[in-house]
Protein backbone atom coordinates (compact mmCIF):
# COMPACT_ATOMS: atom_id res chain seq x y z
CA UNK A 1 0.00 0.00 0.00
CA UNK A 2 1.34 3.38 -0.59
CA UNK A 3 1.98 6.09 1.52
CA UNK A 4 -0.98 8.18 -0.13
CA UNK A 5 -3.54 5.05 0.19
CA UNK A 6 -2.68 4.83 4.21
CA UNK A 7 -2.81 8.49 4.64
CA UNK A 8 -6.26 9.06 2.75
CA UNK A 9 -7.29 6.02 4.49
CA UNK A 10 -6.96 7.21 7.93
CA UNK A 11 -7.95 10.59 7.18
CA UNK A 12 -11.25 9.30 7.15
CA UNK A 13 -11.34 7.85 10.58
CA UNK A 14 -9.43 10.46 12.26
CA UNK A 15 -10.41 12.08 15.00
CA UNK A 16 -13.87 9.45 15.28
CA UNK A 17 -12.77 5.55 15.40
CA UNK A 18 -9.49 3.40 15.84
CA UNK A 19 -7.90 2.13 12.78
CA UNK A 20 -5.16 -0.89 12.00
CA UNK A 21 -3.90 -0.21 8.63
CA UNK A 22 -1.04 -2.12 6.71
CA UNK A 23 2.00 1.03 6.35
CA UNK A 24 5.12 0.91 5.84
CA UNK A 25 7.15 2.40 8.61
CA UNK A 26 9.56 5.43 7.78
CA UNK A 27 12.75 3.80 8.34
CA UNK A 28 13.70 -0.14 8.76
CA UNK A 29 14.03 -2.12 12.05
CA UNK A 30 17.96 -2.01 12.06
CA UNK A 31 18.01 1.40 11.99
CA UNK A 32 15.86 1.93 15.03
CA UNK A 33 17.42 -0.61 16.67
CA UNK A 34 20.98 1.09 16.31
CA UNK A 35 18.87 4.46 17.32
CA UNK A 36 17.63 2.43 20.13
CA UNK A 37 21.65 1.32 21.20
CA UNK A 38 22.89 4.44 21.35
CA UNK A 39 20.51 6.12 23.29
CA UNK A 40 20.83 3.64 25.82
CA UNK A 41 24.81 4.25 25.73
CA UNK A 42 24.74 7.46 28.34
CA UNK A 43 22.06 5.66 30.72
CA UNK A 44 24.14 2.33 31.58
CA UNK A 45 25.38 3.56 35.12
CA UNK A 46 22.42 4.73 35.87
CA UNK A 47 19.58 7.35 35.06
CA UNK A 48 19.71 10.84 33.50
CA UNK A 49 17.66 13.05 34.57
CA UNK A 50 16.32 16.38 32.00
CA UNK A 51 17.00 15.01 28.86
CA UNK A 52 16.61 14.03 25.41
CA UNK A 53 16.12 10.96 24.73
CA UNK A 54 14.85 9.39 28.09
CA UNK A 55 15.49 6.22 28.28
CA UNK A 56 12.92 3.64 30.97
CA UNK A 57 13.14 -0.11 31.35
CA UNK A 58 10.16 -1.15 32.53
CA UNK A 59 9.01 -4.42 34.07
CA UNK A 60 6.14 -5.98 35.52
CA UNK A 61 6.82 -4.51 39.61
CA UNK A 62 7.70 -1.38 37.77
CA UNK A 63 10.43 0.80 35.66
CA UNK A 64 14.60 0.14 37.01
CA UNK A 65 16.87 3.22 37.84
CA UNK A 66 19.62 1.76 36.51
CA UNK A 67 18.83 -1.16 34.36
CA UNK A 68 22.72 -1.24 33.77
CA UNK A 69 23.66 -4.32 31.45
CA UNK A 70 19.93 -5.13 30.78
CA UNK A 71 20.08 -2.20 28.71
CA UNK A 72 20.52 -3.25 25.13
CA UNK A 73 24.30 -2.51 23.28
CA UNK A 74 26.37 -3.02 20.58
CA UNK A 75 26.72 -7.28 20.43
CA UNK A 76 22.48 -7.15 20.09
CA UNK A 77 22.37 -7.08 16.66
CA UNK A 78 19.09 -6.70 16.62
CA UNK A 79 16.12 -7.60 18.88
CA UNK A 80 16.26 -11.04 18.31
CA UNK A 81 19.25 -11.06 19.53
CA UNK A 82 18.77 -8.84 22.68
CA UNK A 83 15.86 -10.97 23.99
CA UNK A 84 17.82 -13.87 23.93
CA UNK A 85 20.57 -12.45 26.13
CA UNK A 86 18.32 -10.87 28.32
CA UNK A 87 16.46 -14.57 28.96
CA UNK A 88 20.11 -16.01 29.83
CA UNK A 89 20.59 -13.59 32.77
CA UNK A 90 21.15 -14.84 36.43
CA UNK A 91 18.10 -15.40 37.82
CA UNK A 92 16.39 -12.27 39.55
CA UNK A 93 18.63 -9.94 37.49
CA UNK A 94 17.14 -10.42 34.37
CA UNK A 95 13.49 -9.49 33.67
CA UNK A 96 11.70 -13.14 34.33
CA UNK A 97 8.55 -11.93 33.11
CA UNK A 98 8.27 -9.57 30.29
CA UNK A 99 10.23 -6.25 29.78
CA UNK A 100 9.24 -2.90 27.99
CA UNK A 101 12.45 -0.75 27.02
CA UNK A 102 11.15 2.84 26.10
CA UNK A 103 13.06 5.39 24.26
CA UNK A 104 11.11 8.85 24.20
CA UNK A 105 12.12 11.54 21.56
CA UNK A 106 15.65 9.99 19.75
CA UNK A 107 14.97 11.23 16.65
CA UNK A 108 16.99 14.01 16.58
CA UNK A 109 20.08 12.18 17.24
CA UNK A 110 20.23 11.02 13.78
CA UNK A 111 19.20 13.47 11.14
CA UNK A 112 18.20 11.09 8.52
CA UNK A 113 15.44 9.17 10.55
CA UNK A 114 14.59 12.24 11.81
CA UNK A 115 13.76 13.93 8.55
CA UNK A 116 11.47 10.46 7.09
CA UNK A 117 10.17 10.26 10.08
CA UNK A 118 9.27 13.79 9.49
CA UNK A 119 8.22 13.60 5.76
CA UNK A 120 6.17 10.78 6.59
CA UNK A 121 4.01 12.88 8.92
CA UNK A 122 4.04 15.70 6.50
CA UNK A 123 2.05 13.31 4.09
CA UNK A 124 -0.25 12.68 6.84
CA UNK A 125 -1.12 16.37 8.32
CA UNK A 126 -1.69 16.97 4.78
CA UNK A 127 -4.88 14.92 5.23
CA UNK A 128 -5.75 15.60 8.44
CA UNK A 129 -4.76 19.35 9.58
CA UNK A 130 -1.37 20.34 10.89
CA UNK A 131 -1.03 19.81 14.46
CA UNK A 132 -0.90 23.52 16.50
CA UNK A 133 1.92 21.58 18.75
CA UNK A 134 5.06 19.28 18.94
CA UNK A 135 4.54 15.48 18.43
CA UNK A 136 5.94 12.86 20.66
CA UNK A 137 7.82 10.02 19.32
CA UNK A 138 8.71 6.99 21.10
CA UNK A 139 10.67 3.55 20.28
CA UNK A 140 10.33 0.73 22.15
CA UNK A 141 11.24 -2.73 22.03
CA UNK A 142 9.25 -5.54 24.66
CA UNK A 143 8.78 -9.07 25.19
CA UNK A 144 5.49 -10.16 27.04
CA UNK A 145 4.97 -7.55 28.60
CA UNK A 146 1.53 -5.35 29.37
CA UNK A 147 1.97 -1.69 29.18
CA UNK A 148 -1.58 -0.47 31.40
CA UNK A 149 -0.72 3.12 31.74
CA UNK A 150 -3.22 4.39 29.04
CA UNK A 151 -6.35 2.98 31.27
CA UNK A 152 -6.17 5.42 34.07
CA UNK A 153 -7.49 8.51 32.40
CA UNK A 154 -8.66 9.22 28.66
CA UNK A 155 -6.07 9.85 26.52
CA UNK A 156 -5.50 13.47 25.42
CA UNK A 157 -3.34 12.74 22.47
CA UNK A 158 -4.11 10.41 19.31
CA UNK A 159 -1.58 7.88 18.87
CA UNK A 160 -0.04 6.15 15.78
CA UNK A 161 1.90 3.69 16.19
CA UNK A 162 3.94 1.62 13.45
CA UNK A 163 4.91 -2.41 14.51
CA UNK A 164 8.00 -3.28 12.85
CA UNK A 165 8.92 -6.57 14.52
CA UNK A 166 6.91 -8.94 16.97
CA UNK A 167 3.05 -8.10 17.61
CA UNK A 168 1.40 -5.55 19.44
CA UNK A 169 -2.18 -6.10 20.78
CA UNK A 170 -4.21 -3.23 21.81
CA UNK A 171 -7.16 -3.09 24.60
CA UNK A 172 -9.60 -0.11 23.40
CA UNK A 173 -11.74 0.59 26.10
CA UNK A 174 -14.63 2.72 24.90
CA UNK A 175 -16.92 5.19 26.36
CA UNK A 176 -20.45 3.38 26.40
CA UNK A 177 -18.44 0.64 27.84
CA UNK A 178 -17.21 -1.79 25.31
CA UNK A 179 -14.10 -3.35 24.29
CA UNK A 180 -11.98 -3.42 21.23
CA UNK A 181 -9.08 -5.69 20.48
CA UNK A 182 -6.78 -4.35 17.66
CA UNK A 183 -3.88 -6.99 17.00
CA UNK A 184 -1.05 -5.34 14.72
CA UNK A 185 1.92 -7.28 13.36
CA UNK A 186 5.17 -6.50 11.59
CA UNK A 187 4.06 -3.64 8.84
CA UNK A 188 1.00 -2.64 10.17
CA UNK A 189 -0.03 0.83 11.69
CA UNK A 190 -2.41 0.95 14.77
CA UNK A 191 -4.20 4.32 15.47
CA UNK A 192 -6.90 5.58 18.34
CA UNK A 193 -7.70 8.66 18.63
CA UNK A 194 -7.86 11.19 21.92
CA UNK A 195 -9.99 10.09 24.28
CA UNK A 196 -9.34 6.65 24.47
CA UNK A 197 -8.25 4.28 27.45
CA UNK A 198 -5.82 1.90 25.97
CA UNK A 199 -3.65 -1.22 27.12
CA UNK A 200 -1.23 -3.16 25.12
CA UNK A 201 0.52 -5.86 25.03
CA UNK A 202 3.77 -6.09 23.29
CA UNK A 203 5.50 -9.59 22.26
CA UNK A 204 8.76 -9.45 20.96
CA UNK A 205 7.60 -6.12 19.45
CA UNK A 206 9.71 -3.11 18.11
CA UNK A 207 7.86 -0.17 17.62
CA UNK A 208 7.55 3.31 16.49
CA UNK A 209 4.76 5.51 18.19
CA UNK A 210 3.63 9.49 17.53
CA UNK A 211 1.73 10.56 19.91
CA UNK A 212 -0.24 13.93 18.90
CA UNK A 213 -1.28 16.45 21.13
CA UNK A 214 -5.17 17.06 21.08
CA UNK A 215 -6.64 18.49 24.67
CA UNK A 216 -6.80 21.96 25.29
CA UNK A 217 -5.13 22.09 28.59
CA UNK A 218 -1.85 21.22 26.34
CA UNK A 219 -2.54 24.15 23.92
CA UNK A 220 -2.72 27.12 26.52
CA UNK A 221 -0.39 25.28 28.75
CA UNK A 222 1.91 25.92 25.74
CA UNK A 223 1.05 29.95 25.73
CA UNK A 224 1.20 29.79 29.62
CA UNK A 225 5.27 28.52 29.00
CA UNK A 226 5.84 31.01 26.33
CA UNK A 227 4.34 33.52 28.42
CA UNK A 228 6.32 32.34 31.43
CA UNK A 229 9.68 32.99 29.13
CA UNK A 230 8.74 36.56 28.31
CA UNK A 231 8.14 37.17 32.22
CA UNK A 232 11.42 35.87 33.07
CA UNK A 233 13.02 37.99 31.22
CA UNK A 234 11.03 41.15 31.91
CA UNK A 235 12.45 40.29 35.69
CA UNK A 236 15.68 40.83 37.61
CA UNK A 237 14.79 37.71 39.71
CA UNK A 238 17.27 34.84 40.51
CA UNK A 239 14.52 32.09 40.86
CA UNK A 240 13.67 32.10 44.20
CA UNK A 241 10.19 32.49 46.11
CA UNK A 242 10.49 35.69 48.15
CA UNK A 243 10.27 35.68 51.76
CA UNK A 244 8.87 39.14 53.49
CA UNK A 245 9.00 39.76 57.62
CA UNK A 246 6.53 39.78 60.12
CA UNK A 247 4.11 41.28 60.44
CA UNK A 248 4.75 42.47 56.54
CA UNK A 249 4.39 46.66 56.17
CA UNK A 250 1.31 48.01 55.45
CA UNK A 251 0.52 47.15 51.59
CA UNK A 252 3.79 45.73 51.00
CA UNK A 253 2.70 42.09 51.49
CA UNK A 254 2.39 40.92 48.46
CA UNK A 255 4.48 43.35 46.03
CA UNK A 256 6.85 40.90 44.86
CA UNK A 257 3.93 38.65 43.48
CA UNK A 258 2.56 41.99 42.06
CA UNK A 259 5.55 42.80 40.28
CA UNK A 260 5.80 39.39 38.54
CA UNK A 261 2.23 40.48 37.73
CA UNK A 262 2.52 43.23 36.08
CA UNK A 263 5.25 42.09 34.42
CA UNK A 264 2.96 38.84 33.10
CA UNK A 265 0.34 41.95 32.23
CA UNK A 266 2.81 43.94 29.89
CA UNK A 267 4.50 40.61 28.38
CA UNK A 268 0.49 39.22 27.61
CA UNK A 269 -0.09 43.19 25.94
CA UNK A 270 3.41 43.77 23.93
CA UNK A 271 4.30 42.26 21.31
CA UNK A 272 7.25 39.54 21.98
CA UNK A 273 4.56 37.05 22.91
CA UNK A 274 2.25 37.01 19.39
CA UNK A 275 5.86 37.34 17.69
CA UNK A 276 7.28 34.34 19.76
CA UNK A 277 4.06 32.09 18.98
CA UNK A 278 4.55 32.71 15.11
CA UNK A 279 8.14 31.92 15.07
CA UNK A 280 7.03 28.44 17.40
CA UNK A 281 4.74 27.92 14.81
CA UNK A 282 6.89 28.00 11.84
CA UNK A 283 9.73 25.73 13.12
CA UNK A 284 6.37 23.08 13.89
CA UNK A 285 5.70 23.59 10.17
CA UNK A 286 9.09 23.00 8.91
CA UNK A 287 9.58 20.08 11.26
CA UNK A 288 5.71 18.46 11.24
CA UNK A 289 5.61 18.88 14.57
CA UNK A 290 8.56 16.33 15.13
CA UNK A 291 10.47 18.11 18.28
CA UNK A 292 13.60 18.24 19.51
CA UNK A 293 15.14 18.98 15.83
CA UNK A 294 18.63 18.41 14.64
CA UNK A 295 21.37 20.41 16.01
CA UNK A 296 22.61 22.48 13.09
CA UNK A 297 25.86 21.04 10.87
CA UNK A 298 29.12 22.51 11.02
CA UNK A 299 30.04 25.54 8.43
CA UNK A 300 31.44 25.82 5.69
CA UNK A 301 32.82 28.40 3.44
CA UNK A 302 30.99 29.75 0.19
CA UNK A 303 32.86 30.93 -2.86
CA UNK A 304 31.06 32.87 -5.68
CA UNK A 305 31.43 29.69 -8.03
CA UNK A 306 29.99 27.37 -6.10
CA UNK A 307 26.93 25.36 -6.91
CA UNK A 308 24.08 24.60 -4.45
CA UNK A 309 20.75 22.33 -4.37
CA UNK A 310 17.85 23.37 -2.69
CA UNK A 311 16.92 20.18 -1.20
CA UNK A 312 13.98 21.57 1.48
CA UNK A 313 11.13 23.70 1.47
CA UNK A 314 11.62 27.23 3.32
CA UNK A 315 8.60 27.71 5.53
CA UNK A 316 8.41 31.74 5.35
CA UNK A 317 6.08 33.66 7.74
CA UNK A 318 4.78 36.71 8.06
CA UNK A 319 6.26 39.25 11.06
CA UNK A 320 5.37 42.34 10.49
CA UNK A 321 6.22 45.22 8.05
CA UNK A 322 9.06 44.34 5.75
CA UNK A 323 10.28 41.31 7.89
CA UNK A 324 9.12 37.60 7.59
CA UNK A 325 10.55 34.39 9.90
CA UNK A 326 12.03 31.86 7.55
CA UNK A 327 11.88 28.45 9.04
CA UNK A 328 13.97 24.96 8.02
CA UNK A 329 13.91 21.67 9.56
CA UNK A 330 12.74 22.97 12.93
CA UNK A 331 14.68 25.98 13.07
CA UNK A 332 13.55 29.33 12.64
CA UNK A 333 15.03 33.08 12.23
CA UNK A 334 13.73 36.56 11.29
CA UNK A 335 14.86 37.81 7.20
CA UNK A 336 14.01 41.08 7.21
CA UNK A 337 13.50 43.74 3.74
CA UNK A 338 12.78 42.91 0.26
CA UNK A 339 16.07 41.41 -0.69
CA UNK A 340 15.13 38.21 1.39
CA UNK A 341 11.61 37.95 -0.41
CA UNK A 342 13.76 37.95 -3.81
CA UNK A 343 16.23 35.45 -2.31
CA UNK A 344 13.11 33.08 -1.47
CA UNK A 345 11.79 33.46 -5.12
CA UNK A 346 14.77 31.71 -6.41
CA UNK A 347 15.26 28.90 -3.09
CA UNK A 348 12.51 26.60 -4.63
CA UNK A 349 13.31 22.47 -3.39
CA UNK A 350 15.03 20.84 -6.63
CA UNK A 351 16.64 24.00 -7.95
CA UNK A 352 20.49 24.27 -8.67
CA UNK A 353 22.17 27.45 -9.22
CA UNK A 354 25.88 29.09 -8.13
CA UNK A 355 25.99 31.51 -5.37
CA UNK A 356 26.71 34.53 -8.10
CA UNK A 357 23.71 33.53 -10.35
CA UNK A 358 21.56 33.89 -7.24
CA UNK A 359 23.22 37.46 -6.21
CA UNK A 360 23.27 38.24 -9.89
CA UNK A 361 19.09 37.30 -10.20
CA UNK A 362 18.99 39.42 -7.01
CA UNK A 363 20.37 42.87 -8.28
CA UNK A 364 23.67 41.88 -5.61
CA UNK A 365 27.06 41.88 -5.97
CA UNK A 366 28.36 38.30 -6.36
CA UNK A 367 30.39 38.62 -3.04
CA UNK A 368 27.84 40.23 -0.71
CA UNK A 369 28.21 39.15 2.70
CA UNK A 370 24.76 39.02 3.58
CA UNK A 371 23.73 36.76 0.98
CA UNK A 372 26.82 34.66 1.83
CA UNK A 373 25.51 34.39 5.25
CA UNK A 374 22.04 33.59 4.50
CA UNK A 375 23.07 30.95 2.02
CA UNK A 376 25.59 29.09 5.03
CA UNK A 377 22.73 29.25 7.39
CA UNK A 378 20.68 27.57 4.91
CA UNK A 379 23.34 24.96 4.89
CA UNK A 380 24.08 24.46 8.25
CA UNK A 381 20.47 23.80 8.44
CA UNK A 382 20.38 21.37 5.73
CA UNK A 383 18.17 23.26 3.32
CA UNK A 384 20.69 23.93 0.73
CA UNK A 385 23.54 21.44 -0.44
CA UNK A 386 26.58 21.59 -2.41
CA UNK A 387 25.91 19.90 -5.68
CA UNK A 388 29.83 20.27 -6.36
CA UNK A 389 32.66 20.56 -4.66
CA UNK A 390 33.03 24.45 -6.08
CA UNK A 391 35.29 26.45 -7.78
CA UNK A 392 36.94 30.06 -7.35
CA UNK A 393 36.08 32.46 -10.07
CA UNK A 394 39.85 33.67 -9.89
Known sequence: MTETDWTELLGQVWGKEPALLPAAAPADQAHLHRTIVAA???????????????????????????PGRLLP??????????????????????PDAGFLLSVRQPLHTDYALWSAVRDTLAGLWRQVGWPCLPVEAELTEGDGFTRVRGL?????????????????????????????VLRAG?????????????REHHDGCLSLRISVPRAQRLATGAVKNLLAEEVRDRLEYDGTVPCLPYP???????APMLAIGEA??????GAELPAALRTRWAAWCSSAGLEPAPEPRADVALVPGQRLRVVREIVRQPDGPGRRIWAVNGHAFPVGGEAGERIARHLLPGRELTVSQLCEAVGADERNGAVTALLR???????IELADSGRTDG
Do not use: M, N
Open 73 to 94: DAADRDLACYRHRLRREPPGSG
Open 152 to 180: AVASEHAVLTWVLEGSLEAELHEADGSLR
Open 377 to 383: KLYRLRG
Open 248 to 254: PPDGEPA
Open 264 to 269: ARAAAA
Open 40 to 66: CEAFRAGTVFRTFPQVRFHTPLGWLGA
Open 186 to 198: AGDLLYWPEGSRW
